[in-house]
Nanobody, 120 residues
């Protein structure tokens, strides 16, 4: 069983910063991709940023230049540094990990979500 523990959400004023963390534990042989998604009220879940095992990153256009994703393969942890936050960044942020178990099965797991609220 693999579990993700997220932290770092909260309330911040527009222009402020937050850092989200997500730590994975359990039966993980290797990690393929770690990422952050978000879902605002009434909207579909969308990819915010992702990082591969080889440290290739990708970002949604709406966060490029403001958010930075980083990962620690040894600690099995992914971070999302969010700067210059805007009210439209308000959402529940979910950590996502695609990994290989020790039986070489590719699996996916989601975190429970952490709320980020940006006030204007």
């Amino acid at each position: 069983q693999v579990q993700l523990v997220e932290s770092g959400g909260g309330l911040v004023q527009a222009g402020g910063s937050l850092r989200l963390s997500c730590a994975a534990s359990g039966n993980i042989f290797s990690i393929n991709t770690m990422g952050w998604y978000r879902q605002a009220p009434g909207k579909q879940r969308e990819l915010v940023a992702a990082i591969t095992h080889g440290d290739r990153t990708s970002y949604a256009d709406s966060v490029k230049g403001r958010f930075t994703i980083s990962g620690d393969n040894v600690k099995k942890t992914v971070y999302l540094q969010m700067n210059s936050l805007k009210p439209e960044d308000t959402a529940v942020y979910y950590c996502n990990v695609v990994y290989f178990s020790d039986s070489y099965t590719e699996l996916e797991v989601w975190g429970q979500g952490t709320l980020v609220t940006v006030s204007s």
